[in-house]
Nanobody, 125 residues
Framework: QVQLVESGGGSVQAGGSLRLSCAVS????????VAWFRQAPGKEHEGVAG????????NYADPVKGRFTISRDNAKNTVYLQMNSLKPEDTAMYYC??????????????????WGQGTQVTVST
């Protein structure tokens, strides 16, 4: 059974930092893409960052470039999202996703098979 478990969310003031973790189990983790998405109230899911767990190639959405860093620890089957210089507009439920279909796009929600339950990030002014 595939499980993705997110942790690390919370409430911070603008300018602060958080680190999210996504622990993956029951899935061939190596050389696959794991991504972070977010969904703010009333908005669509947005791809935030993705990483190829084998090659370490990363992708970021424009609004988070230079502020967020995605990384992985393959020994722990865990992907991290370090979020710095947080802004109120980063407030959302953050989800990790795995199981990107062949030919899929890292930031396409419908191209992923497995999802975590999400962790809430709230940034106040």
């Amino acid at each position: 059974q595939v499980q993705l478990v997110e942790s690390g969310g919370g409430s911070v003031q603008a300018g602060g930092s958080l680190r999210l973790s996504c622990a993956v189990s029951g899935y061939t983790y190596s050389n696959n893409v794991v991504a972070w998405f977010r969904q703010a109230p009333g908005k669509e899911h947005e791809g935030v960052a993705g990483i190829n767990t084998g090659f370490g190639i990363t992708n970021y959405a424009d609004p988070v470039k230079g502020r967020f860093t995605i990384s992985r620890d393959n020994a722990k089957n865990t992907v991290y999202l370090q979020m710095n210089s947080l802004k109120p507009e980063d407030t959302a439920m953050y989800y990790c996703a795995a199981g990107l279909r062949t030919g899929g796009r890292w930031n396409s929600r419908g191209d992923y098979k497995y999802w975590g339950q999400g962790t809430q990030v709230t940034v106040s002014t």
